[in-house]
């Protein structure tokens, strides 16, 4: 038997879930979620064995939702940071003024309009910054938790989402001194704990979400109306009102 004929035998023998995490990194191995997926659907589409068994097929499903998720939804993210990037810009330009340093000041008194309006702008822009890095520690848990540490995000999505917190925090920090100027608590934020109870919460959500959709394709609708209303319990209270 040659090296690779055993290593085939020996990758036969393997627990489902393993053999899950070993097509995970050769999946990666490809060089992104998209190549990878443009490669596969071109060819005969051939069931993996391993989906058979329910925790494989479920972290197949969640693997797969994270990435397109982040994917699908990252021209929407980065066109809302631009807007917001604009407008915080549009309000330190309205309130501010060139010192002889070159370096902007705030006008005294600032306008009631103004300040309104900033304060709207500074909240709008921090809520999609926390919305932005829970979901970055939600992942980071994800990983450690369901997948022994190894990253559930294909290299382009990493690239990809990393560049999207990279940008937010980077306009969190050239736009920060607005917020000691309309007297508000700061833009920047710091790294949420994974231990966190709002991290923890998100995580539970998103692969409630995902086990979900995998059991509607099982046709198990029971543990489906479960998953559902472990991840969103306010409709469970809606439907028993």
Not at 197 to 202: D, G, L, N, P, Q
């Amino acid at each position: 038997m040659t090296i690779e004929g055993r290593i085939q035998k020996l990758e036969r023998s393997l627990p489902a879930k393993e053999k899950f995490i070993l097509w995970l990194r050769r999946a990666k191995a490809a060089g992104g979620f998209v190549p990878y997926w443009e490669k596969e659907l071109k060819g005969p589409m051939v069931p993996f064995e391993w989906c058979e068994d329910e925790e494989a097929y479920l972290l197949f499903r969640l693997v797969n939702d994270v990435n397109f998720t982040i994917l699908n939804n990252a021209s929407k993210n980065q066109d809302l940071r631009f807007f917001a990037h604009c407008a915080l810009d549009g309000i330190l330009r309205r309130i501010g003024r060139l010192d002889e340093s070159n370096i902007f000041v705030p006008v005294r008194p600032i306008p009631e309009i103004a300040t309104l309006v900033g304060k709207r702008v500074c909240a709008e822009f921090k809520s999609l910054l926390e919305e932005t890095l829970i979901m970055a520690s939600a992942i980071d848990v994800i990983s450690g938790t369901y997948l022994g540490g190894e990253d559930i995000l294909f290299p382009d999505t990493r690239a990809t989402f990393d560049a999207e917190v990279s940008n937010l925090r980077t306009t969190a920090d050239v736009y920060d001194p607005l917020t000691d100027w309309l007297e508000i608590e700061p833009l920047k934020l710091k790294e949420l704990a994974p231990g966190s109870r709002i991290v923890h919460a998100k995580a539970k959500q998103i692969v409630l979400i995902s086990r979900a959709e995998a059991l509607v394709t099982c046709s198990d609708l029971r543990k489906f109306k479960d998953a559902l209303h472990k991840a969103w319990p306010e409709l469970a209270e809606t439907q028993s009102a």
